[in-house]
């Protein structure tokens, strides 16, 4: 029978956030998977719950958990209600909370193996989590889901970025919302007070632990050449590209199957394999 629960974490600025967990009931202690969203992104997306069973049942102990500042709230945590926190997230917000959700792993008194951790970054969060791994010994190995390699070339230039500078806010439409979606300037001056800290790639460098680049050879928001990169930078690294799979393996929102699409059960597959 599969545990499960949601727990609210204070992530950063004291603000409230959500964490929920997957286990399949046992008196042995058990290997912690731990997902972190992407842009725009949110812990209960399309399939992703339907993956953490998965992975409950293939004996691992599954975490998914909203970033603060995502936009959502602990009272609407699927849509963007507080637009506000979202103007203010910024990579160096998203490195600290999932340090914040390592803690709350080391301190739980669930039955997990606290020297197994592995962390799983989509999109946005395959940068994040290349970052915190290379600098955080707690973490055993490391999956990049159709990952980002370079936050530098993800921010406007030119004209766009004196724009932004100018009038202190820049907008994103949400697809799926069709909200426009405030960034502050701080995001982008957040970024270049840390570069040397935020650029993935040279944080890929550093990295000890086992690292799996899974990426979709037609993803059309993070191309796969960042999959490449990343391989070329990351030196325990293996690289795993699924054949005509797309940003998110052919889930969408909302996800009313009970079973994975067919590239995010192959994708899972890899995993699973790497992992044990």
Known sequence: MITSNNNILIGENGRA????YKYEATNQKLPVVVFCHGYKGFKDWGAWSLMGSAFAKAGFLFIKFN?????GTVEEPIDFPDLDAFSKNNYSIEVRETKIVLDWIENTDL???????NLIGHSRAGGITTIVTANDHRVSKLITLAGVADYAERFPSGKALEEWKEKGVMYV????????????YQ????FKNNE???TILKQAQKIKQPHLI????NDEAVHVNDAHKLYEASPNSQ???IRDANHVFGASHPWHKDHLPEDLRQAMQCMVNFLS
């Open 67 to 71: 970033y603060s500042h995502n936009g």
């Open 187 to 190: 995001f982008f001056e957040d």
């Open 17 to 20: 956030t959500l964490l929920d």
């Open 239 to 241: 690289l795993k590209l």
């Open 111 to 117: 039955p997990v193996d606290k020297t197994k951790i």
């Open 173 to 184: 439409k949400n697809g799926r919302t069709k909200q426009d979606m405030p960034h502050l």
């Open 196 to 198: 040397e800290a935020l």
């Open 214 to 217: 899974l990426h979709g050879d």
